[in-house]
């Protein structure tokens, strides 16, 4: 007879993995973790009240979030936390790891995995204007992509879109063309073919941004690499699930427009922080 490895005295089975995004982008990372862990208690958390991230300093950042995933834990006592939102994870990591005691997984620029694909060795990288200027981005590019081209574009625009989408509005096309003229006007000798979404809200308007493409382009983020790197921290654990609760900052009427969406990928309750 097997036996499952015993599970760590502290974790109570019911304790949730907490995902958290500046809004509904890191639902994105959530769906990949889903697929890898489908017995997980999830608490996604966004936060509404100070969307978007990307327009937002290194400071107000820096002191936001780690106050904010400091509440988060306090009320939902989670065992791992998944910062979903690249904007937060490049600028905040350290802060958030200094401050609390749980294993904390980032999600940063897919540049590795996209160097390993491009042939042309010209890299887009679309994420928010706070991403696109992070040294975090030079390093990425340096240590995994040093002999690549590598053109970057703050779009602040498709995070409102993949917002719009996912309450059930349609966002208008030009602000895909405009986010694929940022990078292909930036292109010299070979054209882009790989393109880093790397904002976790990007993948959720992928179909447009193919369209406006109008050309071949292999899109890669990071959210599988994600969901494994979770599956391997909480290896050996027992889930015992409540289900999929979603929670924002601000008010409940900020919530509504997207309860239908939220709904149809599993979440039963919603709540304020
Ligand atoms: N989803 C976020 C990211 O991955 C940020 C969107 C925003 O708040 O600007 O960067």
């Keep these: 007879m097997t036996q499952s490895p ?13 995902f958290f995004d500046s809004g509904v982008g890191g639902l994105t990372v959530l769906d990949a973790a ?18 978007p991230y990307g327009e937002k300093t290194e400071a ?24 979903a939102c690249n904007t937060a994870s490049t600028i905040a990591l350290p802060q958030v790891r200094a401050a609390l005691d749980l294993p904390v997984v980032g999600t940063v620029p897919a540049i590795k995995p996209a160097s390993e694909l491009s042939e042309n060795r010209v890299i887009g990288v679309l994420g928010t204007e706070a991403t696109v200027r992070q040294p975090y981005v030079t390093n990425l590019a340096q240590e995994f992509a040093s002999d690549a081209t590598i053109i970057r574009f ?29 990078l292909v006007s930036q292109q010299r000798a070979l054209p882009i073919d790989t393109v880093v979404l790397a904002c976790t809200h990007f993948p959720l308007v992928q179909d447009e941004l193919a369209a406006a493409f109008g050309r071949p382009i292999r899109f890669v983020h990071g959210a599988e690499g994600i969901a494994r790197r979770i599956a391997y921290l909480t290896r050996g654990q027992a889930f015992v699930g409540n289900g999929l609760r979603f929670v924002a900052t601000g008010p409940a009427s900020g919530i509504e427009p997207y309860v239908p969406a939220l709904s149809q990928r599993g979440f039963s309750s919603f709540d304020t922080l």
Aim: aromatic letters at 4%; proline letters at 14%; charged letters at 25%.
């Design 6 to 18: 015993p599970l760590p005295p502290d974790i109570a089975p019911d304790a949730p993995l907490l």
């Design 34 to 51: 889903r697929l890898a862990l489908p017995d997980a208690p999830i608490v996604y958390a966004a936060d509404f009240a100070g969307l």
């Design 60 to 83: 107000e950042i820096g002191a936001r979030v780690p106050a904010l995933l400091g509440r988060l834990v306090e009320r939902y006592r989670p065992r791992l936390i998944t910062i």
């Design 154 to 182: 703050g779009a602040p625009e498709l995070v409102r879109a993949a917002e719009m989408k996912l309450r059930g509005e349609v966002p208008d096309p030009a602000i895909f063309d405009r986010a694929v003229h940022g």
